[in-house]
Structures are given as structure tokens and as C-alpha cells.
């Protein structure tokens, strides 16, 4: 937006920010704002939209969008003493936390006509059939805040260039003190302006949503006890995200951890950011080792080709492993069937697994003597099974 991000990463986030908090996402962000208060005075919106994964695609521009998001604190909004960055945060919060939730959309407007932040409330495409929160942003198109950049730069070049020559044997802005007029060129300030250094973002843009992934672990973590020590299994752990959640969200709790995943590359990299003695990792498809509980996210939802009979029998298995290596119960998490209608064709080739809950429900009740709760008003389109063991299993 102007001269922090270019026109195209602009439509790009817009595309972005309107898709995340559309109609058809809204329960899952209710979910997401009541679970994690992810719009609050918690957290910079740099942290939320990463957060939720609305970064540029082109890694190149994220620091300037999150430069542009920070320089938000320097805006102007409609509501008096609040800045753009906290009037955003605002609308977004209000929006998802109000009895009747809205759907929000990001709007630009020319920034010489009005230069605050606005929010209204109204319908901004027109088969919209609900009405929406509108946030508008202040913007100058790329091209004229370059030309203004340039001709105020080009100022205070001259400026500090004559500051130089006047002092002549001493410039702070010189790398020289004997040769001011040689160094004039490389004058540092003169040359750029020094970079503001931001630190690895915490928030993982790896992650398509991390938000999201956080929501599942909390369906999952369910079944657990917290309130003694226990130990844990986590198959198809990833890089080890869950460990990360188990810290903010449980510190209290001594928990014996074990990351189970097939892929010897995720337990390098799980290793690599969490492994402590509480913390273990190990390659494989089921744990080697019988654990208070087991959890399983995303682990049964890409069929990888197989024929769907097939893969149903591998999540039988599956499951079975779970429950063999559980002591007092699993958490497992589905696609909903719900899904397949509104799957794509694309989304059917990657092959992606979609059921309905009551199969498994009785499998898990069947066939391996657990009592089961369904979680499914998270806001997702899936489900997550809650698989309480009620007595030992036969084998
Ligand atoms: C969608 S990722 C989810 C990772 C992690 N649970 C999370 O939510 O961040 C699924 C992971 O499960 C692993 N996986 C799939 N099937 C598995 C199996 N049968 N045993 C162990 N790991 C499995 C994959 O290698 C992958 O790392």
C-alpha cells in the first residue's frame, strides 16, 4: 500500500485478508478469536495475520508487509486517541466477538481524500447477502508515493552533502576523517538508511495456518488429564508443533513426551527445535511405547493414492495402534464427510480422505472397547474423536 508494499502485493493481501474472514470462514474464526483471543492487545496484528497465514506468497515481500502492518501504530483511524494498527485489531475483534458475528472485508481508499483508517459496516459486493464489517485503508497508489520518496530523499541528500563539505576535516555521516571529500560517496547515511532488524518470526510462516493447527491440538488434548504428570504420545508429530502449544498452554503439567512420525526428516527437524529429556522423537508408524494418552493429527486425511477400501483398512490399523499403546485413551481427527460436497475436483485428485464420524465411532467402540465423544463445533470442517479406553485390550 504506497511506497511500504507494492500495487500487486496489495491485491494480493487483500485477496488474502477478504478470503480468511469471508461468510463461509466465519465460524471458524469465532472459534479461533474465542480460543486464542487472536485479535486483542495480546498480540501485533504482524503476529496475527502470520498467525493465520496471511502473508504474501513471495517470501521476499513478507518483511515489507509486516513493516507496513507495524507502520499501522503510525496511522490515523476514525475513532479519537486510537491508532490504525489497534482501530484493525479492533473492528476484527468486534466482528468475531459480537452475539451476531460479521464477516469482515478490507477495503482501500485514497489516502489524500481521507487519511484515517475507517470502519462501516454494509455490503461491499454485491451478491454479498449478509452485511459485513468494511475496514478501509488509507493507501497512495505505488507510483506517486515513489515520486514524492524521491523528490524528499533527494533533499535531504543535498542537505547532508553540504554538511559534509562544510565541515571538511570531520563528518559524522563519513567513514573517513582525513578525506571527507573522497568518502562523500560512500557516506553511509547518504547511501541507505540503516535496516530495522526484525528477528525470525515465532509465528512459523511454514505453517499454512498455524491457528488452525493450534485449534485441532486443542480438540485433541481433550482427552487428557492435566491435572497429575502423564505421558504422551503425538503420531504423525510433524516438527513437533504440538510440544510448542503444550508449553503455553499446559507449563504446569509435567509431561513425558514422545513425536512419532514415519518421516525421518520432520523428527530431525522436531528435534532440532524441541528435543529436551521430556521432549523425545523417534521415526516410525506406531510409538514403541505404551503411554498414558496418544494423539493423531491430520495423520488419516491424504490417501496417497489408495483405493478408498484400502486406506480404510490402514486407518483400522491405525487406530488399533493407538488404542495398543494408549492407557487411558486416543484423540484423532478427521475430514468431514460434509466436505465432499463441497470438495473441488482439485481436492478430490490430491486425495484427500473425507468420512463421516459414525464408522469410526463404532469401530473405536466395536472392535476396541473405548467410549467415544465426537468434537465437531469447532468452526472446521472435520471432526475429532475423543476415544476413552474402558478396559484393557485383548489381543
Ligand atoms: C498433516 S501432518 C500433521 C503433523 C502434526 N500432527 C501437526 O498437526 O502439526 C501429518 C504427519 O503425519 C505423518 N504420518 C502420516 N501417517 C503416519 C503414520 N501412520 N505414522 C506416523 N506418522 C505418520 C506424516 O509424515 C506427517 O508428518
Not at 219 to 247: P, T, Y
Not at 274 to 282: A, I, K, Q
Not at 346 to 372: H, M
Request: hydrophobic share 40%; glycine share 6%; with cysteine.
Amino acid at each position: 500500500m504506497g511506497r511500504a508494499i507494492s500495487d500487486s502485493t496489495t491485491s494480493e493481501v487483500l485477496v488474502r485478508l477478504n478470503r480468511r474472514f469471508e461468510p463461509d470462514e466465519l465460524r471458524e474464526m469465532v472459534v479461533l478469536q474465542k480460543e486464542f483471543k487472536i485479535f486483542s492487545s495480546k498480540h501485533t496484528l504482524r503476529q496475527s495475520f502470520a498467525l493465520l497465514g496471511i502473508v504474501p506468497a513471495d517470501r521476499s515481500e513478507r518483511e515489507r508487509w509486516y513493516r507496513f502492518l507495524d507502520k499501522l501504530y503510525t496511522y490515523k483511524s476514525d475513532l479519537q486517541g486510537v491508532n490504525g494498527h489497534d482501530r484493525v485489531v479492533k473492528a476484527l475483534a468486534d466482528a468475531f466477538e459480537a452475539a451476531q458475528p460479521s464477516p469482515v472485508y478490507f477495503i482501500v481508499h485514497q489516502a489524500s481524500e481521507d487519511d484515517r483508517i475507517v470502519v462501516t459496516s454494509g455490503r461491499p459486493i454485491i451478491f454479498s447477502l449478509v452485511n459485513y464489517s468494511i475496514v478501509s485503508i488509507p493507501t497512495t497508489p505505488s507510483r506517486v508515493a515513489r515520486e514524492r520518496a524521491a523528490t524528499s530523499h533527494g533533499s535531504e541528500a543535498r542537505r547532508r552533502r553540504s554538511e559534509c563539505f562544510g565541515r571538511r576535516r570531520r563528518c559524522e555521516h563519513c567513514i573517513s576523517r582525513s578525506r571527507p571529500r573522497a568518502n562523500l560517496f560512500r557516506c553511509r547515511s547518504l547511501l541507505r538508511r540503516p535496516r530495522a532488524k526484525y528477528g525470525a518470526t515465532p509465528l512459523g510462516v511454514d505453517w499454512s495456518c498455524q491457528a488452525t493447527q493450534s485449534l485441532r491440538f486443542v480438540q485433541l488434548l481433550k482427552i487428557c488429564d492435566f491435572s497429575a504428570a502423564i505421558s504422551l504420545n503425538d503420531v504423525g508429530c510433524g516438527c513437533g508443533a504440538l510440544c510448542a502449544l503444550l508449553a503455553v498452554r499446559h507449563p504446569e503439567c509435567e509431561i513425558d513426551y514422545l513425536g512419532i512420525d514415519l518421516s525421518k526428516a520432520m523428527i530431525s527437524r522436531a528435534r532440532r527445535r524441541f528435543s529436551t529429556p521430556g521432549h523425545r522423537f523417534v521415526v516410525g508408524k506406531v510409538s514403541p511405547r505404551l503411554a498414558d494418552y496418544s494423539v493423531a493429527s491430520g495423520i488419516m486425511n491424504v490417501n496417497v493414492g489408495y483405493p478408498r477400501a484400502v486406506w480404510e483398512g490402514f486407518i483400522a490399523t491405525m487406530l488399533r495402534g493407538l488404542r495398543h499403546t494408549s492407557r487411558r485413551g486416543f484423540g484423532v481427527n478427521f475430514v468431514s464427510e460434509m466436505m465432499i460436497a463441497e470438495a473441488t475436483a482439485a481436492q478430490s485428485k490430491v486425495g484427500l480422505y473425507c468420512t463421516d464420524p459414525e464408522p469410526w465411532i463404532r469401530y473405536c467402540e466395536d472392535e476396541l472397547g473405548c467410549a467415544v465423544e465426537m468434537l465437531d463445533n469447532y468452526g472446521m470442517k472435520e471432526f475429532t474423536l475423543l476415544a476413552r479406553c474402558k478396559h484393557g485390550l485383548a489381543e
